[in-house]
């Protein structure tokens, strides 16, 4: 029994760091942007039309990902679009024309999102009764993180050792990441299972037009798309805080980088399992619940963070309130697709709700990044994050409403439910 526990958490870190790292490349700008300007000649706002040519992809391919998953074999899925994430990145590393570069990123998309993402939810959610989807789900956040963040920390390492410049140092930070794709490929076929494609009643019943309509007329699943939707949109900004600290702040460039690691992977790594065990072990058992709550201190922090950039007096203050943002953002990350799992959606649309809420949910991949480019290009330093920083806070705003909704469809059910035990 101890073995087989020890099997299923070796396999939910590697199906978490799998789809973890799997974006790193796509999204290199995270922490490479102003590497990729220099050593591959793009302007910041040619790399936000890179990062939204892989956003409006993805958003194309969400919904065919999540049917992906319900029909065939997680094992096969995830093991080849690993390998074939590891070998694009090959190519990218010969720093390509622009062209060249929105074609790569429409490939990561392929093997990203259509391939992997729901495939890899819905494999971890298999690893848990319906009682351990916070948990599961947390814990998996958590272990993207730790793959994310150990691998950041060493290509960072391998970039520094590199002359500031020597245009080697990024290929260097491609390939290892190429490298390491096509390992995790390998490590996927031996211990991924197949899912529900073993079964043949069951795979062709895995998804029909009539299961895609019920998921769509479902109140729930626009409440969950739109929460989905207000976190993500405060994820992609705040990929924007080592850009923000060293333009307004003057931080150099090593040490921003080393900040946003922190930033985007460190509180990654621990922000989702922390989140899960507020659902576990706190008063406040709803997944739901835990979000609303975030996403008031998220606003806070926001409305603060648009004053003090008017008026830049505190290095220390402005990290200390990104960190706090980091804290809500990186714990709700931890826990939205719980939300599906909190308003009890059968298994068998499991990937297809999982898919049409990420199709809603991560449509600011479209539309942050450009914008953001935009005001970075055209704006003072100072008024372009002053936009940014509203931009989230109205995000957080739409994740209260939609929090509220949610809570109050699921007080509903829970009413009716009992109502019907007691007759």
């Known amino acids: 029994m101890h073995a087989?526990?020890?099997?299923?958490?070796l396999t939910l870190a590697v199906i978490s760091i799998s789809g973890g790292i799997s974006f790193d490349l796509a999204y290199l700008r995270y922490i490479y942007q102003i590497p990729m300007a220099k050593f591959m000649g793009f302007s910041n706002t040619e790399i936000g039309v890179i990062m939204s040519t892989f956003g409006i992809?993805?958003?194309?391919?969400?919904?065919?990902?999540?049917?992906?998953?319900?029909?065939?074999?997680?094992?096969?899925?995830?093991?080849?679009?690993?390998?074939?994430?590891?070998?694009?990145?090959?190519?990218?590393?010969?720093?390509?024309?622009?062209?060249?570069?929105?074609?790569i990123q429409?490939?990561?998309a392929i093997t990203t999102i259509l391939l992997l993402w729901a495939v890899s939810i819905k494999a971890?959610?298999?690893?848990?009764?319906?009682?351990e989807q916070g948990k599961i789900m947390g814990w998996m956040e958590g272990l993207r993180g730790v793959g994310v963040m150990g691998l950041a920390l060493f290509t960072v390492w391998v970039f520094s050792r590199f002359h500031p410049d020597d245009p080697n140092s990024l290929k260097a930070v491609i390939l290892i990441y190429s490298g390491t794709y096509i390992a995790l490929g390998i490590a996927c076929w031996f211990l991924v299972s197949d899912g529900f494609a073993q079964s043949g009643d069951e795979a062709q019943s895995a998804f029909s037009l009539q299961h895609?309509?019920?998921?769509?007329?479902?109140?729930?699943?626009?409440?969950?798309?739109?929460?989905?939707?207000?976190?993500?949109?405060?994820?992609?900004?705040?990929?924007?805080?080592?850009n923000y600290l060293s333009e307004i702040y003057?931080?150099?460039?090593?040490?921003?980088?080393?900040?946003?690691i922190i930033i985007?992977?460190?509180?990654?790594?621990?922000?989702?399992?922390?989140?899960?065990?507020?659902?576990?072990?706190?008063?406040?058992?709803?997944?739901t619940r835990v979000i609303q709550v975030f996403a008031l201190v998220s606003f806070t922090t926001l409305i603060l963070l648009w004053l003090v950039t008017r008026q830049p007096v505190s290095l220390v203050l402005a990290i200390g309130l990104i960190l706090l943002m980091a804290f809500t953002c990186y714990a709700s990350r931890g826990l939205y697709f719980a939300c599906i799992g909190e308003v009890n959606t059968p298994k068998q649309i499991l990937g297809t709700t999982i898919g049409i809420c990420s199709v809603i949910g991560f449509l600011p991949d479209v539309f942050v990044y450009p914008i953001i480019g935009h005001w970075q290009d055209t704006l003072p330093p100072a008024l372009a994050y002053r936009n940014m920083w509203m931009m989230g806070a109205t995000a957080s705003v739409l994740v209260l409403v939609f929090t509220a909704l949610l809570m109050g469809q699921i007080k509903r059910v829970a009413a009716a439910t009992a109502l019907a035990k007691g007759v």
């Open 124 to 131: 971890a959610s298999l690893l848990g009764t319906r009682e």
């Open 212 to 242: 895609a309509l019920r998921v769509l007329k479902m109140p729930t699943t626009w409440y969950c798309s739109m929460i989905i939707f207000g976190v993500y949109t405060l994820y992609a900004i705040l990929s924007y805080s080592t």
């Open 264 to 287: 985007n992977k460190v509180f990654r790594a621990i922000c989702g399992p922390m989140g899960g065990m507020l659902t576990s072990y706190s008063r406040w058992r709803s997944p």
């Open 4 to 9: 087989k526990n020890t099997t299923r958490w």
């Open 57 to 103: 992809t993805a958003i194309l391919l969400y919904a065919p990902g999540g049917i992906i998953s319900d029909k065939f074999s997680h094992r096969k899925v995830m093991s080849g679009a690993m390998i074939a994430t590891g070998l694009l990145g090959m190519i990218m590393a010969t720093y390509p024309p622009l062209w060249a570069m929105l074609l």
């Open 250 to 260: 003057g931080m150099s460039l090593v040490a921003a980088s080393y900040m946003g």
């Open 106 to 108: 429409v490939a990561f």
